[in-house]
């Protein structure tokens, strides 16, 4: 039990698969949306969908 990781079943490694796919699918929502907010706008003082 050098490296900390349980033995049961091979869930640790299903959950640490599962954290490494969150987390990368998040900074890439990050990257994502910081790359909206670049390219258009600032549009903050009449949000989406008040405009009727």
Sequence with gaps: MS???SDK???PDRDE???ARLRENL???KQQA???A???PDEKSDP???SD
């Design 38 to 40: 670049s390219s258009e």
């Design 9 to 11: 079943g091979g869930k």
């Design 27 to 29: 900074r890439k929502r």
């Design 34 to 36: 910081r790359s909206r």
């Design 48 to 50: 989406p969908g008040n």
């Design 3 to 5: 490296n900390g990781k």
């Design 17 to 19: 698969r599962l954290a």
